[in-house]
């Protein structure tokens, strides 16, 4: 998986948990002006061999940040200069 946001959301359609991480992750991407984007289980089966009981999940440059639920404060922080 290559892309040029920062930020990354793995998730897949009909999650909860996924719906409440993307509200916070464009929330505070947006609030930082930094990029994010979000990528389907359903069309990476890497990533679905990876991360399948972990979603959602949230990568900043390339590496785990957080799965399940996302901290707001957590996330600024990783994102700050």
């Known amino acids: 998986m290559r892309t040029e946001a920062r930020v ?3 998730d897949k359609p ?3 948990l996924c719906d ?3 509200a916070v992750v464009s929330a505070v991407c947006g ?3 930094v990029a994010w984007t979000s990528v389907s289980l359903l069309d990476d089966p890497a990533l679905a061999d990876r991360f ?3 979603i959602p999940v ?3 440059d390339g590496e785990v940040h957080d799965f399940y639920r996302v901290d707001p ?3 600024r922080s990783a994102l700050s200069p």
Do not use: F, I, N, P
């Open 8 to 10: 990354v959301l793995v």
């Open 58 to 60: 949230v990568l900043v």
């Open 52 to 54: 399948w009981d972990q």
């Open 14 to 16: 009909g999650c909860h």
């Open 31 to 33: 609030e930082m002006g």
């Open 20 to 22: 409440d991480a993307r």
């Open 73 to 75: 404060a957590r996330l």
